[in-house]
């Protein structure tokens, strides 16, 4: 009897050494090779289709859960109040590193909204508007000329400064609010959704997950010029008067709609 010195050619030879060996192994050893054909040729199909669905690109639904960044609860990210006189002109900073923006949001646009004292729908506002002509219990005035701005010259705000949906600068003598938009996003369209066309939904979001935009001062000029009204009531010589900035932050959400 030769000696076993355990190679792989001696344990196949003792395995297969006498004819009862033979018809108990030969085909156990036959099956084991034709499952793992089919595992193979399986696995590699399966990946095959796997690898295309990967590579298809699909059509995903993109949703924007939109909120104005406020610590407080009055749905406003910054409020300013002061005095102009006839002739003044005054630039109100608002610093942007200064407020919470959520984790995962973006900031989309921001809103700027400028009260004179005497105003339509100013709260606790006890007089009316009529002609140009501000009406109240304590005499008439006429509503004096104000014109706001957002600057954009040497402007740190990262923003669309020349997108469509902007409104940079306004001006009223009717004693009415103006209302002033820049938007910060790049295509960044006011809440609305819309299909996108990925591979994966990490593409899908990606251009709407880009970091320093709506970073910076929202510099706002306000000039005013007081206009005198040969009615009754104290001489009109400045004017009290609110801005109040609001900043919109957006969260988007990508869900699949199709493949194409």
């Known amino acids: 009897m030769s000696d076993f010195d355990g190679s792989f050619g001696a344990i196949i030879s003792n395995l297969f050494k006498d004819n009862g060996?033979?018809?108990?192994y030969l085909p156990c050893v036959l099956a084991s090779a034709l499952i793992f054909s089919y595992t193979s040729a399986d696995l590699v199909l399966n990946q095959t289709d796997l690898v295309d669905y990967v590579k298809t690109e699909k059509n995903w639904n993109i949703v924007f859960e939109n909120n104005i960044v406020d610590d407080n609860g009055d749905n406003l990210t910054f409020e300013f109040d002061d005095?102009?006189?006839d002739g003044d002109v005054k630039v109100i900073d608002f610093f942007l590193d200064d407020i919470p923006v959520d984790d995962g949001h973006?900031?989309?646009?921001?809103?700027?909204k400028v009260i004179p004292e005497e105003c339509n729908g100013r709260t606790g506002s006890e007089g009316r508007c009529e002609n140009g002509i501000w009406?109240?219990?304590g005499g008439e005035w006429e509503c004096d000329s104000i014109s706001a701005?957002?600057?954009g010259d040497n402007s740190t705000l990262t923003g669309q400064w020349f997108d469509s949906g902007n409104t940079l600068s306004g001006s009223d003598s009717d004693c009415e609010p103006i209302y002033l938009r820049i938007v910060t996003y790049p295509?960044?369209?006011?809440?609305q959704s819309f299909n996108q066309t990925a591979v994966n939904e990490y593409q899908a979001l990606s251009p709407w997950t880009v970091e320093g935009w709506g970073d910076g001062v929202v510099s706002v000029q306000i000039n005013l010029d007081v206009n005198t009204y040969g009615g009754f009531g104290p001489a009109d010589d400045s004017e009290e008067i609110t801005i109040l900035?609001?900043?919109?932050?957006?969260?988007?959400?990508a869900s699949l709609?199709?493949?194409q």
């Open 83 to 85: 005095i102009w006189a």
């Open 149 to 151: 701005t957002l600057l």
């Open 245 to 253: 900035v609001s900043v919109h932050q957006f969260n988007p959400t």
């Open 257 to 259: 709609v199709s493949e």
């Open 135 to 137: 009406i109240s219990d």
């Open 187 to 191: 295509n960044y369209n006011l809440h």
């Open 21 to 24: 060996t033979k018809a108990a």
């Open 106 to 112: 973006f900031v989309g646009y921001i809103d700027v």
